[in-house]
């Protein structure tokens, strides 16, 4: 079945390690997303990549980074540089950024991070 | 600007219709959308709407847009108590870069 896969779905880490989110697609989209959501805060991006070997900061991507060496995946890496780390992260994908129906984003079922 | 704004929570009677608002600020933008997020789970998208259209029904789903006041609505008929969960608006602009805007959303609780 054509999806988008998020794993783990639960993740602890010890303050001061890095720590590495997993995103999959294969629904043969472009352009991947990577959403921090607290509660009360709704989706904050924290990344985007609109194609292979390029992306772009969001709102809030201090103490992230990404790479995006496959169409398929979109890994996040939260680093010892994020002071808050502990949220829920959601990865969505779509065809075409934003330009219209039919490209909406689909979202992956999340990692909830916690530092413990 | 660029702003989504929703009321938080909304509670209403199983087998009532339920009416959650939106407001937006960006008059470019182009679609509108409407999300669904049951506990700890990613995002389902409900429906849609271009800008354009004043109405959009899908069985008991209806969005109504005002372009105008740039208000948007999502009114769920015969709520049912697996309707509870947040409801997220979004919209789509052309100009950031493919980014969809959210609001923070709308904990809607069916009471039996």
């Known amino acids: 079945d054509g999806g988008i896969t998020q794993s783990p779905k639960y993740l602890f880490r010890k303050e001061g390690q890095n720590v590495t989110l997993s995103c999959e697609q294969n629904?043969?989209?472009?352009?991947m997303y990577w959403y921090r959501q607290d509660p009360g805060q709704g989706l904050r991006l924290i990344y985007y990549s609109q194609i292979v070997n390029d992306f772009q900061k969001g709102d809030i991507a201090e103490g992230y980074s990404v790479s995006r060496e496959k169409k398929e995946s979109f890994p996040l890496t939260v680093t010892s540089a994020q002071k808050n780390p502990t949220a829920f992260y959601l990865c969505a994908s779509s065809a075409v950024p934003g330009q219209g129906a039919g490209t909406e984003a689909f979202f992956g079922q999340g990692t909830r991070l916690t530092v413990v | 600007g660029e702003d989504v704004e929703q009321s938080l929570f909304l509670s209403v009677r199983e087998g009532d219709s339920s009416v959650i608002n939106c407001t937006y600020t960006d008059s470019s933008s182009t679609y509108l959308y409407w999300y669904k997020q049951e506990p700890g789970a990613g995002l389902q998208l409900l429906t849609y709407?271009?800008?354009?259209?004043d109405m959009k029904q899908d069985q008991r789903l209806t969005v109504l847009l005002n372009k105008k006041d740039k208000h948007l609505s999502l009114r769920i008929a015969d709520t049912q108590t697996g309707d509870s969960a947040i409801y997220f608006c979004?919209?789509?602009?052309?100009?950031?870069?493919?980014?969809?805007?959210f609001g923070k959303g709308t904990k809607l609780s069916v009471k039996p």
């Open positions: 629904l043969n989209h472009d352009a």
């Open positions: 709407i271009f800008s354009n259209m």
């Open positions: 979004a919209e789509s602009i052309r100009r950031s870069q493919g980014n969809l805007i």
